[in-house]
Nanobody, 122 residues
Framework: VQLVESGGGLVQPGGSLRLSCAAS????????MGWYRQAPGKQRELVAT???????DYLGSVKGRFTISGDNAKMTVYLQMNSLKPEDTAVYYC?????????????????WGRGTLVTVSS
């Protein structure tokens, strides 16, 4: 399974960005998709998740500013980030888990994208 993120970049405080993550491969089903971030010198933290029926969960500090959504047909998850703050600066990673088909067998997987850098600075 491959996860490819896009949409990162440099934005001023108060600005917006939209991240995308597309999953591909021999995916039989997707359970959860989510976004994590890791700032320099800090541990990776969960930002937002969405499950197969659309239930969402958010890190407290991003509630009301970030919105996660998914397109099941495209196996893509999005993260709309508004009112960005300098403390949102980090590498954002996409994560997905589900079931993949491998030579006729169905196996659980958890995979990560390579990350996309978001920098919030004036």
């Amino acid at each position: 399974v491959q996860l490819v993120e896009s949409g990162g970049g440099l934005v001023q405080p108060g600005g917006s960005l939209r991240l995308s993550c597309a999953a591909s491969g021999s995916i039989f089903s997707l359970n959860d998709m989510g976004w994590y971030r890791q700032a320099p010198g800090k541990q990776r933290e969960l930002v937002a998740t969405i499950n197969s029926v659309g239930k969402t969960d958010y890190l407290g500090s991003v509630k009301g500013r970030f919105t996660i959504s998914g397109d099941n047909a495209k196996m893509t998850v999005y993260l709309q980030m508004n009112s960005l703050k300098p403390e949102d600066t980090a590498v954002y990673y996409c994560n997905a888990d589900g079931v993949e088909e491998v030579r006729g067998a169905y196996l659980a997987f958890t995979d990560w994208g390579r990350g996309t850098l978001v920098t919030v600075s004036s």
